[in-house]
């Protein structure tokens, strides 16, 4: 397909039909608009975005692989591989080819919209700019191989490395875009490689939400859903952009506000969210905490906490009450920027229109107090009695199309699937699922003790490893640093955007100094070109999530299952195919494989794969979801009601949509799946819940179990702790349970299922006691969940949620200014953390940043976000003519004055240099969207490097139709105490004239 771009002149404008004639001046039938739609989509949304002199002409050919009249039309579902709202695609193949796209009326999530993006999907079917086949970069040229060759050539020097230098030297990259199934196996695949060094986008995006949250309440999830908040009395959306990020999710909420919903948008920028809004906040990026606790000093001061809530339900408010106190509006304005009237309006605005919700994204997460801030937002919630209630809850937007599944049973660094951690017991329950030898997974990590943190010696096989945030300093940092053998020597990434990432100097030298780089990928990405590598580079083509089947997990837990559209394109294999093949390669595939089928030379089943999940991932409850199930859902998705999620009578009658976790049990016990997290209103057989019992029993002599709050029909009305064979003991319960159930217990205990007497009740104490310690997230038999949930009890006991975390640095959120911050007169009272010994494998430096004032040379705030046109790093996206004619430059965002100030006008292109050396050459969009002293650019660029089209280095035919800078060039150390999330919202720079 050819992209054409044209510059406006006196000849085009003389046609009067505009920029896109054929879709404003022709008539057409409702299936050639639709197919049409990501043009149409795209050009709304491009005339709003840019000034007129940043656009252009431009149209996309319709191509050969348009719809054929009298061929056989074959319907194929799946779901939008972008953003993580889930809107499911129809699909039109004929002979093998995806010819066509049709909306889903049927599904509860999107209703048959789609934003650019979704309506553009089909170009992934055809897919010009795709690596096509094995290639590596010999000599500065790419040279065609074998999949053979390129296996062995990679995992030779793999072993290489490994005998040399330890497991840990290969640092391995998976997906937020991976199906469960293939994010499952990469993580389980390091693990029989022997190491932890492995990470997602996840860690740049929302880790430092799933840390906030789930400490607070027990799960790092988004509470409710986007349909959900068609019942929400107000929103408060703090950093999302929703009508970019996630335009689908737009028709929800302003479905809330058709029913009466108070908006309110926090955002330096204002936003094409904001300009829904009855309310736009325009905060100082970095004061996050300042702002949210500015609202609570207005609602503590008129009394408009819920009380009894926080009596039966909340646990530590008054410590933050002490913290509040110092936030006066006075101060707030000063550190946040906000007025004193705006604040008042807004917390009052949410203490009148209750329930209510809160919507946050990487605009409040990318802080080097990241932690803090998303703190912060939940005790805002919990003050409020907003959390465990339809039409409240924190719903939290995530970015990739499964990285909530990623998350969740994926390639973490920090935890097995189902955030187990990693300690000897969190192994050892997965050595029993993969029914292999605890031991034989021990001898694949290290047997060597490094810090794993505050002097604490372990192996690594128990240490977190490298982020994806610091793998480039596992090779830069002196190894003497580093808790582990030796730098990291190469890299594989399976389907990952380094542009996406801060440091992009320091990363060019990272590449540069490695041996080897693996990009497995459908397309090459801005690693495989950004330094000035000429050896030693090896692209893998991978297919997309359309030419495989499996399952892919929303952002409101709802799991969806993926049919395949189309047989993979040209050489590709998918992500489990090319894991296969290397387990293979080394040695490990009958170990690894042992309870998964492979279907043909290499392909793993997806649906076995989801099987082995289901019987291991008990803590979150993905036990449920079969696939079997999820395909009943499929086909009949039409039957949910699309607010409640609720699927009214047919097969799936009483069902939430995609049984979003925790669906507790196996998939025969039949849970319907949890709509709404923590909601005591239901039983929790129907989806109701209490707040988690994660945290103890209690602290400080107080209790921290819930008083006298408790889900419908439990037998148990007060707080009570999570559910073990010994709780079920105590309370009788234990004789419900079946004699299969027992013999999974007791063999998870040590017990032989023969020394079990037929009638439990004449067991020896001893044997009992033995079985005590088996707990809900252990027994394999999913029995002392059935039974606890039988008495109508929550499996994870019934807590209080928590406003101090007393395991984090600040145990009570607080304001830190930003490492490079624009108010250095405020770090005397606001200072960062001292530097880190050993987090994550590595030093973490704070303090000694801070300690320099950078703020006189580079005086903006250089923020960043999202385009509706493109996603992620944007190679995907740019390399999609449809949407690369709807934006074609990469810019800045500079308010009047601050141009004014330097000379610049729109339009002009202009430097941006940050105060770590990296420089990006840009053009400047002259607007009032950002404020004063603040300048914002997208991220979805790359292929320019510090003012050098890079076209040349990528393989012939592949380079992207629209390539720019990547912000990220530009950005700057910092990273979130407890998460290593890195500071890309609130970092500086200077711009001046190119």
């Keep these: 397909m050819k992209l054409i771009k044209k510059s406006i002149d006196s000849q085009s404008t003389q046609k009067g039909a505009g920029a896109f004639p054929s879709i404003f001046y022709t ?21 709003a975005a840019l000034s007129p002199t940043m656009m252009r002409r431009a149209e996309a050919a319709t191509g050969e692989h348009s719809r054929k009249e009298g061929v056989p039309v074959e319907i194929k579902r799946s779901v939008c591989t972008h953003c993580s709202v889930g809107c499911s695609v129809i699909a039109e193949v004929q002979n093998g080819v995806w010819t066509g796209q049709e909306p889903d009326f049927d599904s509860p999530i999107n209703l048959g919209a789609h934003c650019a993006k979704g309506a553009s999907l089909r170009e992934h079917g055809i897919g010009e700019k795709r690596v096509k086949y094995p290639m590596k970069l010999e000599g500065g040229r790419w040279r065609r191989m074998s999949w053979e060759d390129a296996v062995n050539e990679i995992g030779d020097k793999f072993m290489q490395i490994r005998e040399e230098s330890g497991p840990d030297s290969v640092w391995w990259c998976g997906s937020s875009k991976s199906n469960n199934e293939g994010s499952y196996l990469q993580r389980k695949f390091v693990a029989f490689w022997g190491t932890n060094n492995i990470d997602h986008q996840a860690r740049i995006c929302h880790s430092t939400t799933v840390a906030g949250v789930a400490n607070t309440w027990g799960y790092g999830a988004m509470t409710n859903s986007y349909n959900d908040m068609h019942n929400a009395k107000s929103m408060i959306f703090v950093g999302s952009n929703a009508a970019e990020a996630h335009p689908v999710s737009m028709q929800h909420i302003l479905r809330a506000k058709e029913n009466g919903a108070k908006m309110i948008v926090v955002d330096p920028r204002f936003t094409r969210t904001a300009a829904h809004a009855d309310q736009h906040i325009s905060i100082r990026s970095g004061a996050d905490v300042p702002f949210i606790w500015g609202l609570l000093w207005h609602i503590f001061e008129n009394g408009w906490e819920d009380r009894e809530y926080i009596r039966q339900r909340v646990y530590g408010l008054e410590k933050v009450r002490e913290e509040v106190a110092h936030w006066t509006p006075e101060r707030v304005e000063d550190v946040a920027g906000v007025p004193e009237d705006q604040m008042y309006q807004a917390a009052k605005t949410l203490a009148e229109n209750r329930p209510g919700t809160i919507v946050w994204c990487m605009g409040g997460t990318q802080h080097h107090i990241g932690n803090n801030n998303t ?14 209630v339809s039409g409240g809850g924190a719903n939290i937007f995530r970015g990739h199309c499964n990285v909530q599944g990623a998350t969740d049973v994926g390639p973490n660094c920090h935890t097995l699937p189902g955030y187990y951690g990693l300690s000897e017991g969190a192994w050892r329950h997965w050595a029993r699922v993969w029914d292999v030898d605890f031991e034989y997974l021990k001898g694949r990590f ?132 090319i894991l296969y093949q290397f387990a293979r390669k080394f040695g490990f595939e009958d170990q690894m494989f042992k309870n998964i089928a492979i279907e043909g030379e290499d392909l793993p089943s997806p649906e076995d794969t989801l099987r082995e999940i289901n019987r291991g991932t ?55 799946g949890t709509h709404v997290l923590y909601d005591p209103s239901q039983p929790v057989k129907d989806g109701g819940l209490t707040f988690r019992a994660r945290f103890g029993v209690e602290r400080d002599g107080e209790s921290l179990l819930a008083d006298g709050s408790y889900a419908v029909d439990s037998e148990l009305t007060d707080g009570y702790p999570e559910f073990t064979f010994g709780i079920l003991r ?265």
Aim: glycine share 10%; net charge negative.
């Design 27 to 47: 008539a057409m039938d409702r299936r050639t608009f639709l197919r049409r739609s990501g043009l149409t989509a795209g050009a709304a949304a491009v005339g």
């Design 375 to 388: 703190r912060a937002y939940c005790v805002l919630q919990l003050a409020l009695g907003n959390i465990g």
């Design 446 to 577: 290290d047997s060597a003790e490094y810090d794993a943190g505050g002097g604490n010696m372990t192996s690594p096989m128990h240490i977190p490893g490298m982020p994806v945030s610091r793998w480039i300093d596992g090779i830069l940092e002196d190894p003497s640093n580093l808790s582990q053998r030796d730098n990291v020597r190469a890299v594989f990434f399976q389907g990952h955007a380094v542009n996406s990432q801060s440091r992009g100097v320091d990363m060019k030298e990272a590449i540069e100094k490695l041996e080897m780089v693996v990009v497995s990928d459908p397309y090459p990405t801005h690693l495989a070109v950004m330094s000035e590598r000429t050896d030693g580079v090896y692209l893998l083509p991978t297919t997309t999530q359309f030419e495989q089947r499996g399952s892919v997990t929303a952002s409101n837990r709802s799991i969806q299952w993926r049919e395949q559209v189309v047989e993979p394109l040209f050489e590709s294999k998918t992500d489990a195919q």
């Design 618 to 672: 008990w803590t979150i409850g993905y036990t449920g979801q079969s696939p079997e199930r999820l395909k009943l859902h499929l086909e009949n998705k039409h039957t949910f009601d699309t607010t409640s999620l609720r699927a009214v009578g047919g097969p799936c009658d009483g069902d939430y949509y995609g049984l979003p976790w925790p669906c507790w049990g196996t998939p025969e016990m039949g849970h319907p």
């Design 730 to 994: 105590q309370l009788g319960w234990h004789t419900d349970l079946r004699r299969e159930e027992l013999e999974v217990i007791a063999g998870v205990a040590g017990v032989r299922a023969s020394d079990l007497p037929s009638n439990l009740r004449m067991a020896d104490e001893a044997t009992l006691e033995q079985l005590d310690g088996v707990n809900w997230k252990t027994d394999l038999s999913g029995g002392i969940q059935r039974v606890a949930i039988d008495h109508g009890c929550a499996p994870f006991g019934n807590a209080k949620a928590r406003c101090e975390v007393w395991q984090f640095p600040d145990p009570i959120p607080v304001h830190r200014e930003p490492l490079y911050t624009p108010r250095y007169d405020l770090v005397a009272q606001y200072p960062t953390y001292d530097d880190v010994r050993a987090s994550y494998r590595l030093p973490t430096r704070y303090g000694s940043i801070q300690a320099e004032d950078y703020s006189k040379d580079f005086p903006l705030i250089f923020t960043s976000g999202r385009l509706v046109e493109y996603e992620g790093g944007g190679e995907e996206t740019r390399s999609n003519p449809w949407l690369a004619e709807l934006q074609q430059e990469m810019f800045v965002e500079i308010h009047p004055a601050d141009a004014n100030d330097r000379g610049l006008k729109d339009g002009q292109t202009v430097w941006l240099d940050g105060p770590e050396g990296g420089s990006i050459k840009i053009q400047a969009m002259v607007t009032e969207r950002v404020p004063r002293g603040t300048v914002w650019t997208p991220f979805h660029f790359g292929g320019h490097f510090q003012g050098e089209d890079l076209v040349d280095r990528y393989p012939e035919g592949t380079a992207p139709h629209i390539r720019g800078e990547a912000c990220n060039t530009a950005t700057t150390y910092g990273y979130d105490s407890v998460t290593q999330m890195q500071e890309t919202k609130s970092t500086l720079c200077q711009i001046r004239a190119a």
